[in-house]
Structure formats: structure tokens, C-alpha cells
């Protein structure tokens, strides 16, 4: 892939992937893994690319690192939105950093099923 990245208007592959994050239904997550995969195109730092330059006017709180810890930095946004929505959260022991709780990723990842428009869809893992 070597589509390039300008700071104003997101490309081709940017806006798939940013369509992709909007079909995300709200207490659900997808890894930027995930979102690659359901593509069919790029891989996880091209998503966390797209998201950390594009993301901001989509819901980027639904694409997360595979284990379900929070977006460093971003990690009390992300929690009240995924507290407002219902995504399930796993408490984090003392020995966390913080004991910020991570996404519960066994119950909250979604696999696509049922998405209106989908290009081939992820496997749940």
C-alpha cells in the first residue's frame, strides 16, 4: 500500500477505514487488526495510522489494541464512552498502571456479523 498521508483531506484507503469504525455498533470494539482484516487491505499500524490522523470525527474508541487496554493518553475519554455505551470492561489488578479497567475483549469484539454494506467481514477470534 503506498498511499500517501496529507495532513488535510484523508485518502482512498483512509476513508474506508474510516467507514469501517462508523459500522462498529455502539458497546462493540474492533483491534486495528480487525479493521485491517475486514478490509481486506493494509495491516494494524496503517488503521492506527488512519485513526491517530482521521479518527477524531468517527468513534475511534471502538478500535483498540488487541489485549483491550485503553489508548494511552486517551484513556478516561475512552472509558466514559465505553461506560455510556455498555462495553464490557475487565477490572485491572493493583499491579495496573493506574487500575484503569481494559475492554473485556472476549464479549465486546465484534466480527462484523450483520453489517449493511460489508465488504467480506472479520472472524471473531
Known amino acids: 500500500m503506498s498511499e500517501e498521508y496529507a495532513p488535510g483531506e484523508p485518502g482512498a484507503y483512509a ?14 470494539v474492533m483491534t486495528y487488526g480487525d479493521v485491517a482484516e475486514w478490509l481486506g487491505e493494509g495491516g494494524p499500524r496503517q488503521v492506527g495510522h488512519v485513526m491517530s490522523h482521521y479518527g477524531g470525527g ?11 487496554t485503553l489508548l494511552p493518553g486517551h484513556e478516561l475519554d ?22 484503569v479497567p481494559r475492554v473485556d475483549m472476549r464479549r465486546a469484539r465484534w466480527d462484523g456479523q450483520g453489517a449493511a454494506g460489508a465488504p467480506g467481514g472479520a472472524d471473531s477470534a
Do not use: F, K, M, N
Open 78 to 99: 475512552a472509558l466514559a464512552e465505553y461506560r455510556a455505551e455498555g462495553t464490557p470492561l475487565r477490572q485491572s489488578g493493583p499491579a495496573a498502571d493506574g487500575h
Open 15 to 28: 476513508e474506508r477505514v474510516l467507514e469501517t469504525v462508523e459500522l462498529i455498533p455502539a458497546g462493540r
Open 58 to 68: 468517527v468513534p475511534w474508541w471502538r478500535v483498540v489494541r488487541s489485549d483491550g
